[in-house]
């Protein structure tokens, strides 16, 4: 048996479609269900649709279940750093180790710039005292600065080679 959906207005009624939407939804799932023409254009437009809406619910099925295990990685995640980085545990105690080496670094670091600065400021003295002394007086601050040399080398090389 088959059944046909009729939607052609009466001539005689003078408003032609006046089916209840529950009516007119009972009427045409009959006939979709039961119509095997593939050249009705109804049927082709409700499969289309229904194929539309199956493919939406399983793109949103997905994105849910992909939002689930994210939510839940992201929370065993949270748990884990917390355990990994407690006081006692294994990233606490490699954190522990980075920061100490960091502290050693840069305390040598402070200690090298603060001997330079002091090298620097004796440099700068010496160059002022030399700066001070009256002119003509380098003769004599050479030889003083050679006697000092000779006094170093004799010094480092020690008393036994010399003599
Ligand atoms: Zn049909």
Redesign the pocket.
């Known amino acids: 048996m088959r059944h ?2 009729v939607l052609t207005p009466q001539p005689t009624s003078p408003r032609p479609l006046e089916l209840g939407p529950d009516l007119l939804k009972s009427l045409l799932l009959r ?2 269900r ?4 593939s050249r ?5 437009k ?1 499969r289309t649709r229904i194929a539309a809406v199956k493919r939406r619910r399983a793109l949103w099925r997905t994105f849910r279940a992909i939002a689930r295990v994210a939510g839940v990685l992201a929370l065993s995640r949270r748990r884990a750093a917390c355990r990994v980085y407690a006081p006692g545990g294994v990233g606490y105690l490699q954190m522990e180790e980075e920061f100490e080496a960091m502290q050693r670094e840069a305390k040598g670091a402070a200690v090298e710039k603060a001997e330079a600065a002091q090298r620097e400021a004796k440099g700068a003295a010496i160059a002022e005292e030399v700066e001070a002394m009256p002119r003509g007086s380098e003769g004599a601050a050479m030889e003083e600065v050679e006697a000092i040399q000779r006094e170093a080398k004799r010094a480092r090389c020690g008393p036994s080679r010399r003599s």
């Not at 009705?40 to 082709?44: G, K, S």
């Open positions: 046909r959906l006939h979709v039961h119509c095997h023409s009705c254009a109804t049927c082709a409700l």
